[in-house]
């Protein structure tokens, strides 16, 4: 069974960080496409970054390029999202999501195939 489990959410200040994890089982990592979404209240989901076994360069939304960096760790089947100089308008549920297939990134909203839980991150000004 493929699975995502999200971890690393919490309250933190503005300009602080956090670091989100997403573990994988269930499929191959070295082919794949996998990324975070995040949900604030009141809103869509939005993807915040992603990366894609189809080329390896990291894709960012608009807002968080410059503050947020996605990196995987293949050995351990765990993308991390590091996640600098936060802002109230971060705060949100965060997701990862993965697709077992490389995509290009801008696509995977439409393919994903599996889900992670969500994690709460919370930012305060």
């Known amino acids: 069974e493929v699975q995502l489990q999200a971890s690393g959410g919490g309250l933190v200040q503005a300009g602080g960080s956090l670091r989100l994890s997403c573990a994988a089982s269930?499929?191959?990592?070295?082919?794949?496409?996998i990324g975070w979404f995040r949900q604030a209240p009141g809103k869509e989901r939005e993807g915040v970054s992603c990366?894609?076994?189809?080329?390896?360069?990291?894709v960012y939304a608009d807002p968080v390029k410059g503050r947020f960096t996605i990196s995987s760790d293949n050995a351990k089947n765990t993308v991390y999202l590091q996640m600098n100089s936060l802002k109230p308008e971060d705060t949100a549920v965060y997701y990862c999501a993965a697709a077992s297939r490389p995509l290009i990134c801008q696509t995977l909203g439409r393919y994903v195939e599996v889900w992670g839980q969500g994690t709460l991150v919370t930012v305060s000004s």
């Open positions: 269930g499929f191959t990592f070295s082919h794949y496409t």
């Open positions: 990366i894609s076994s189809s080329d390896g360069t990291p």
